[in-house]
Structure formats: C-alpha cells, structure tokens
C-alpha cells in the first residue's frame, strides 16, 4: 500500500481582527471598572425591587452592621477635615494635622470620638485588626446625631443614605433613624440590592408614571 | 505592503535586501490580553446599589396622628424569626391576630385581600407597620418592598403600641 503523503500544511491564522477585539474590550473594561474602595465593613444588603439608583456624589452613608455597630462615612475628602474640626469643637477634643489628614482619608468609622485619635495613630495596614466599636447612638451619647449635624452644616447638599444588613436587629435601626428624625430628617433612602419584581405583579400604571 | 521590494530593481546578479515576513506570532499577546479581559469582566461592578426612598413623619409638627377609619386600618407586626403578625382594624376582644411569613402566598395575599375589599367601597387600605425590636432590618425592607410591589400608597412605621403589645402577650405568648 502506497503511503499516503497529507501535505505538511502551515497553519497560522491571522489574528489580527481578534486581537483588536479584545484590545477594545479590555480597554472598555479597563475604564469602566471602578474597584470598590476598602470596606471597613462588611454589611450584606437586603433585597428589593426599587430601581432609584444611588446618587454618585454627596452621599452621606450610615451602615449598620449585623451586630448593630453603627459606621458613619461621608463623601468627598475635602469635606472631613472641616467635619471633624466641628465635632471636635463640640466634644473639645483637638486634633493634630495629621491626624486631620488621616481621617481624610478614611471612608468611613465607626469609632466614639474619645478613641478616635487612638484610631487615627493606627498604622494603616494594622487598622483591619482594630476593633471598631461603631458610634454610640443610644440617647445618652448620641456621637452620629453630632456626626450628622456637623457634616450638613459643611456641606447641606448630603443626601442620606442608611445602609443595614440583613441580620441587624431593628432596634438599631430605630435608633438611627430616631436620630435622623430629630433633626428633621425625615427623606432617606435605604441601600438594597436588586431583586426582580414578582412576575405576576406588574408594575400598576400610576406607579410608572411616578417613577 | 510598505516594504521596499527593491529586487527587481537591481542589476543583474547582485543581491537585495533579503525578504523577510513581517508577520508575527501574535499568540501569545491575544492569550494575555484575554487573560486581562477575564480579570476586569470578574472584578467590575456594574451594577450600583440601588435605594429605596423612606419618608418618615416630621416630628417637629405637632400633630403627627391622623385619626383614619378603623375599616380601613391593616395592622402588620414584625416579629421575631421572620414572622409577620396581623390583624384589621383596633385592638378588641374580638380582634383576629393571625401569623403568616414574608413569602409570595403569605403577607402579599393578606394586603390583596384587603385591598379588594375596599375597593368596592372606593377606598384604599391604611397598612400601619409596626417592628418589633427583636425583628430584624431585612424584614422591614421586605415589608416596604411588598408595599411597592402590591402599590399601596398609604402605610406607615409606626412603633408598638401598648394594647399591641398586650395582644401579643395574650394571644401569642410573645413579651416584648
């Protein structure tokens, strides 16, 4: 039997239209992607079907955690250091300037102001073994109704925004928003995650309208 | 295409500039730039958390009651262990306190039933919304979400009152 000789064929495709492709798609992802800042916190968020989506800029943010401490954060580095300047004022606490420039830069805290300082001093990478203790919010020290007072006075476009976990227990959460009613703040919006509204439960005509 | 082929070019027997293919392997440049595309797909948020608006009564004004028709009044308790308690109208002997859960077939069907009944008489039901401490933040978003998704439009968060508490106490053994 003869051999069959195959023909020793070159393959080499062109990538070219490949490799473009996904050049543009990593550089698509690449400046979508906005990495999620560290969390001093984990909070798993409730779910809803509301679509209201969360403003990008001004938000003032208290998360519950599950163990109902209480974590305060406020948008925009340049406005801490006048915050903390004026809840120092109140408690007569006096900061150095750089622990004004640390607290800049952290997101949120959930530290009493007496040990805030001890927090600031912290090293960095050693402040993720630090035990927040969250900010007590109960009537007789109520520290997050000073915190949220003094943020809107420097700046009063913060919308307020309340993020719980699942498991927190609603008495926190009374305690937060009795905080927040005091002042007379009386809109908020809760942080959720998405959910799909219930097939057989459309959407009635006014409720789109309102939207 | 933009090389120079200068071989015709020359005389007779001298040699040109070799040809060389200009194509390269790009393999391995396509592999790396799936590779990073993989990892920005995987760590990208798209997404941004959504909200829900809340708006509470102002405790400034002094008068924060509204006085609203017994008939129309849906009573919702949150209670410990994702239980949800109800009853319609006030607080009486006669009062029926009954305990569902936060599924499709529970408090969803009650608020329905409700609604349908005083639909004929052109009126919407009034669901007061009433957590207990022990309850958790989880069924409070849930309660509010069923009042989007059956579109009530009038509800409220309210705290326990004492004859709640007491009815609680008698006919479910439940101290608050």
């Known amino acids: 039997m003869p051999k069959v000789k195959i023909a020793r064929k070159n393959i080499s495709l062109d990538m070219t239209a490949m490799c473009d492709m996904a050049f543009l798609l990593l550089t698509f992802f690449m400046l979508a992607t906005k990495f999620k800042p560290d969390e001093v916190v984990t909070v798993d968020t409730p779910s809803s079907i509301s679509e209201i989506p969360i403003p990008d800029s001004d938000i003032l943010l208290i998360q519950v955690d599950k163990d109902g401490r209480v974590f305060f954060g406020v948008d925009g580095q340049h406005n801490r250091p006048a915050m903390l300047d004026r809840v120092a004022t109140v408690y007569n606490v006096q900061f150095t300037e750089k622990e004004k420039y640390e607290f800049s830069i952290i997101e949120s805290f959930g530290m009493p102001l007496s040990s805030l300082k001890q927090y600031l001093n912290t090293p960095v990478e050693a402040r993720s ?83 | 295409m933009a090389e120079i082929d200068s071989s015709s070019s020359g005389k007779g027997g001298k040699k040109g500039p070799k040809k060389v293919s200009t194509k390269i392997d790009m393999t391995p440049m396509v592999d790396l730039a799936f590779l990073l595309i993989t990892f920005f797909m995987l760590t990208t948020t798209m997404s941004k958390p959504k909200t829900m608006e809340v708006n509470m009564p102002d405790k400034t004004k002094e008068k924060t009651t509204m006085d609203v028709k017994a008939s129309e009044c849906l009573t919702i308790i949150l209670g410990e262990g994702n239980k949800v308690h109800y009853y319609e109208g006030v607080v009486e002997a006669s009062t029926a306190l009954e305990t569902t859960d936060f599924s499709d077939e529970g408090i969803r069907k009650v608020i329905l039933k409700k609604a349908q009944s005083l639909k004929s008489l052109n009126k919407v039901p009034i669901i007061i919304i009433k957590p207990m401490d022990k309850s958790n933040y989880k069924n409070v978003v849930d309660i509010l979400d069923e009042m989007h998704i059956t579109s009530m439009k009038k509800y409220a968060i309210v705290e326990l009152f004492e004859q709640d508490k007491q009815l609680l106490k008698e006919r479910l053994n439940i101290l608050i």
């Open chain 1, 129 to 211: 073994k630090f035990k927040q203790p969250g900010i007590p919010c109960d009537s007789l020290q109520n520290e997050l109704k000073e915190w949220v007072m003094n943020a809107r006075r420097v700046n009063n476009k913060f919308k307020i925004a309340i993020k719980g976990d699942e498991g927190a227990d609603y008495a926190t959460m009374k305690k937060v928003i009795e905080t927040l009613q005091d002042q007379n703040i009386n809109r908020f919006n809760l942080v959720t995650s998405i959910e799909n509204r219930p097939a057989d439960m459309p959407a009635k005509k006014d409720d789109e309208a309102a939207q």
